[in-house]
C-alpha cells in the first residue's frame, strides 16, 4: 500500500512552460486535493475532487486545471507557468464526506519558476 | 467561516524541556481539529485529531492536545522535547457535516536547541 504519490520530486519550468503533476492514491480514497504550500503561508487549496469525474475550485485555482477520470489519479496542470507558481505542491486524499477523517499527504513536488 | 490561527511562526525549546504550541480557531459550530507535522522535505503526517469525546487527545510521539471549547483552543503539548521533534507543525480545522474541505493555519517551526 504505498499511499499517496506524487512525481515529479523536483521540477524548474521556465516562463510561460506548462506541465503536469501527477498524483495517485491506492487507498480507494474518494476525495483528492491540491495544495500548494509557501514559506510562513500555510497550505492553500488549490482543487479538489469529491469523486471521478467531479472537480471545484478551492481558494487559489487561478494558473492551474484539474481532472478526475479515475478515482486513482488526480493530475494538476500548469498551462502557462508564472514565477508566481513557484511552490511546494502538495497532493492528499480521504475517504469520504465525513469530517473526522484526516487527509493523506504525498511527499509533494518542488517546482521553480525561472 | 472557519479559521485557524498558530501564534508563534517559530518557537525555540531545550531539549528536555516543555513543548508547548498554541492554536485557537473561528468556528460556528464545535469542529474537528487536527495537528499535522511536517518533517524536512517531506508531505504531512497526522499527529493526532479530535472529533467528540474526551477533550484530552493523545497522538503520536508522545504529543498530546487538549480541545478548550470555552477558550477555542487545541494547543499542542509533550512534556520533554527530543532532538527528532524538529519539524513544522500545522493546526487545522473542520467543520463537521459541512464542508469538504480542511483549513490550516500557517504553521509553526519547532526549533529544538541542545
Known amino acids: 500500500n504505498a499511499g499517496v504519490t506524487q512525481t515529479p520530486k523536483f521540477r524548474i519550468l521556465k516562463i510561460g512552460q506548462s506541465m503536469t503533476l501527477q498524483c495517485t492514491q491506492d487507498?480507494?480514497?474518494?476525495?483528492m486535493y491540491w495544495y500548494r504550500q509557501d514559506p510562513g503561508m500555510g497550505l492553500k487549496l488549490i482543487y479538489y475532487?469529491?469523486?471521478?469525474?467531479?472537480?471545484d475550485k478551492g481558494e487559489v485555482p487561478n494558473g492551474y486545471n484539474v481532472s478526475r477520470s479515475t478515482t486513482e489519479d488526480f493530475p494538476l496542470r500548469l498551462e502557462l507557468a508564472a514565477p508566481s507558481q513557484t511552490s511546494v505542491y502538495f497532493c492528499?486524499?480521504?475517504?469520504?464526506?465525513?469530517?473526522?477523517?484526516?487527509?493523506?499527504f504525498g511527499p509533494g513536488t518542488r517546482l521553480t519558476v525561472l | 467561516a472557519q479559521s485557524v490561527t498558530q501564534l508563534g511562526s517559530h518557537v525555540s525549546v531545550s531539549e528536555g524541556a516543555l513543548v508547548l504550541l498554541r492554536c485557537n480557531y473561528s468556528?460556528?459550530?464545535?469542529?474537528?481539529l487536527f495537528w499535522y507535522v511536517q518533517y524536512p522535505n517531506q508531505g504531512l503526517q497526522l499527529l493526532l485529531k479530535?472529533?467528540?469525546?474526551?477533550?484530552l487527545v493523545k497522538g503520536i510521539n508522545g504529543f498530546e492536545a487538549e480541545f478548550k471549547k470555552s477558550e477555542t483552543s487545541f494547543h499542542l503539548t509533550k512534556p520533554s522535547a527530543h532532538m527528532s521533534d524538529a519539524a513544522e507543525y500545522f493546526c487545522?480545522?473542520?467543520?463537521?457535516?459541512?464542508?469538504?474541505?480542511?483549513?490550516f493555519g500557517k504553521g509553526t517551526r519547532l526549533h529544538i536547541l541542545p
Open positions: 492528499a486524499s480521504s475517504p469520504d464526506r465525513n469530517s473526522y477523517n484526516e487527509q493523506f
Open positions: 487507498m480507494n480514497h474518494n476525495y
Open positions: 475532487s469529491v469523486g471521478a469525474g467531479i472537480t
Open positions: 468556528s460556528s459550530v464545535p469542529p474537528y
Open positions: 479530535y472529533t467528540t469525546g474526551a477533550t
Open positions: 487545522a480545522v473542520r467543520t463537521p457535516n459541512r464542508d469538504d474541505k480542511i483549513i
